[in-house]
């Protein structure tokens, strides 16, 4: 019985000339080796992100309605060597093969396997890379002086917030009117009894 083949194709929208190409690569591909076509998926976008499309792919996958998944090139199928490892480990554990033309990588062999299995190797070095680039990052801000995280906007207005409160108004409309969190004027708010109460001798109300 002959195996059952999606075809995924992707382009750019400024590079969807290659279309046609990529297509007719991959069929007479498939007639090379006696495979039928069940599905044939057209994927077009700019945003390295955006592959809705090939995730209605890996959903037939999981579904076993199709054998092999073939594409023109690996970069057309993965957005990163990460990604790309973590999807053939999915797909070699639904059983399904894997098939990159350009690279000439074929899961239906064991070469090809092997290969992915090397993919996997340089997918925890590229994290490993990008941690280590992240934390030198950080390392560096923190000698300049730059302040990481979310600014803490609450407690610059902390003054503000206790007038309001002296002034009758609810901690409700203290957040409204200075665009904060009511979680944040209400933790301001407590210390302010706790200091208060502190300065009294006795404990605070709550």
């Given amino acids: 019985m002959a195996l059952r083949v999606a075809l995924y194709a992707r382009v750019s ?10 297509l007719r690569a991959m069929k007479e591909y498939i ?14 976008g700019s945003g390295s992100l955006q592959r809705p499309k090939r995730e209605q792919l890996m959903k037939m996958a999981r579904q076993k309605t199709i054998d092999v998944i073939l594409v023109w ?15 053939l480990k999915e797909l070699n554990e639904l059983g399904i093969a894997f098939v990159s033309l350009t690279e000439a990588l074929d899961l239906t062999t064991p070469s ?21 680039r992240v ?9 300049e ?3 990481l995280g979310r600014p803490r906007t609450a407690f610059r207005l902390q003054r503000q917030i206790r007038e309001l ?16 969190g009511r979680t944040s ?22």
């Fill in 145 to 147: 002086g730059i302040q």
């Fill in 185 to 206: 004027v209400r933790r301001i708010l407590a210390i302010k009894e706790e200091v208060d109460a502190a300065t009294k001798g006795r404990k605070p109300e709550h």
């Fill in 135 to 143: 934390m030198a990052g950080l390392a560096q801000a923190r000698t």
């Fill in 73 to 87: 090139r690996l970069d057309r199928w993965g957005r990163s060597v990460a990604d790309l490892a973590v999807n």
């Fill in 165 to 180: 409160y002296g002034q009758g108004l609810s901690k409700a409309a203290i957040a409204r009117q200075l665009n904060v």
């Fill in 13 to 22: 929208t400024h590079d969807q000339q290659t279309l046609p190409l990529q």
């Fill in 31 to 44: 007639k090379q080796r006696g495979w039928s076509v069940v599905e044939e998926v057209r994927e077009i």
């Fill in 112 to 132: 090809g396997r092997a290969m992915a299995g090397l993919l996997a190797v340089f997918a925890e070095f590229e994290r490993e890379i990008l941690r280590e």
